[in-house]
């Protein structure tokens, strides 16, 4: 379709015929030509206007019972409003291959038009030629058909990527010890990481091992886990030991554990997460009397809120049940406080059932 008529075709709508739009343009092509509206003869100006006027007069008129031969449904099969700068991919699905072959992948199009030059980009892209090929390049990378939506909506900007800067980041992984299945889990978590160059992130595991002390195997094992961890600058590994060692008192090798057990701990605090890791650590070390050793042991009790820390606390203590020492009888790990729903935390730990809970919940 020729997107360059759209306004005229928008405003031309209600003439309904093929033929009456090509008069209407041929009418306006004798306005450019002649430079109706740029003449500085001003009498020479009204005559055109006249001879326009009488032009536009002999437009046919529009009859509701005329016969509409199949170039005229084309025509207005193919009229549709003009696409604002900032526009709704939907509006394109039922004139682009491309789009509709998207959306039979289950890509979510809503991301990717949130970005105006990505969706302009996806929007002139010819399936067989640009699309397919990434389609199978995913797929040679161990992915199901049916995973390849999540991961394109996940990471859109791969459809911008060319192929041959791809692959050479799979020989970088592959190069670094990674297998195909380390390299397809990381096409399904973080995808975005393919967007980074090969020096970002070789420095940044290289930044990696440096703070912590780590040896090649135990960087694979973090990036194994939690891909996102190669996502993190040096400055914000910097951040993560601040917070760790300083705030929380925690020792060099008690950290290096916590990052080999739960890199997860790390990237949360690229959200701005590490006031509430420290808010849940205060409350657990100094009200509840856990040890940091304790807290190596459950280390993703830093990642509940403490309101939620709070509640399951102080109703133990008001049943004489908080009692947090392994070494003793009727002991209650800090894994009652973040694994299980408040129904099993109840039956198991409080004994008690979850309506009295929750009668106790709005006393507090």
């Known amino acids: 379709m020729n997107f360059s008529l759209l306004k005229v075709s928008s405003k031309l709508s209600h003439y309904g015929f093929l033929t009456k739009y090509r008069h209407f343009q041929n009418v306006f092509r004798k306005i450019h030509d002649q430079n109706v509206f740029n003449n500085k003869n001003n009498d020479d100006n009204d005559n055109q206007l006249i001879s326009l006027s009488k032009e536009l007069d002999s437009i046919p008129k529009l009859n509701a019972l005329d016969t509409i031969n199949d170039d ?11 696409l604002k700068k900032s526009f709704n991919l939907a509006a394109y699905v039922n004139v682009s291959d491309t789009l509709q072959q998207l959306v039979k992948l289950k890509v979510d199009l809503s991301i990717i038009e949130k970005d105006d030059k990505l969706a302009s980009f996806i929007v002139r892209c010819d399936f067989e030629k640009d699309i397919q090929p990434l389609l199978m390049f995913l797929l040679d ?4 058909i049916s995973q390849v939506g999540d991961v394109l909506t996940l990471n859109p900007y791969l459809f911008t990527i060319p192929l041959e800067n791809l692959n050479i980041l799979i020989s970088y992984f592959k190069f670094r010890r990674f297998s195909p299945q380390d390299i397809t889990f990381f096409f399904l978590k973080c995808p975005i990481v393919f967007n980074l160059k090969i020096q970002t992130i070789d420095q940044r595991l290289a930044d990696l091992g440096q703070e912590y002390r780590l040896t090649a195997v135990n960087i694979r094992h973090i990036v194994r886990q939690h891909p996102r961890i190669m996502l993190m600058k040096n400055h914000h590994l910097k951040k993560c030991t601040f917070v760790f060692a300083e705030q929380m008192g925690f020792k060099s090798d008690e950290i290096k554990s916590l990052l080999l057990k739960n890199p997860i701990l790390w990237t949360k605090q690229m959200k701005q997460a590490s006031k509430d890791m420290l808010l849940s650590f205060e409350y657990v070390n100094t009200t509840m009397q856990i040890s940091h050793e304790q807290v190596l042991n459950f280390p993703l009790i830093l990642l509940r809120r403490v309101r939620l820390i709070r509640v399951r606390h102080l109703y133990l203590q008001s049943l004489n049940r908080d009692q947090y020492d392994p070494n003793k ?3 209650v790990p800090l894994s009652a406080f973040f694994q299980i729903d408040d ?3 109840c039956i198991e730990y409080a004994k008690t059932c979850v309506d009295d809970f929750n009668r106790f919940l709005k006393t507090i």
Do not use: A, C, M
């Not at 005229?72 to 003009?82: A, D, H, K, S, T």
């Open 72 to 82: 005229n449904v084309q025509f207005l099969n193919e009229i549709r409003p003009v």
């Open 141 to 144: 990378n161990g992915l199901d």
């Open 329 to 331: 009888p009727l002991y």
């Open 343 to 345: 129904s099993q935390f």
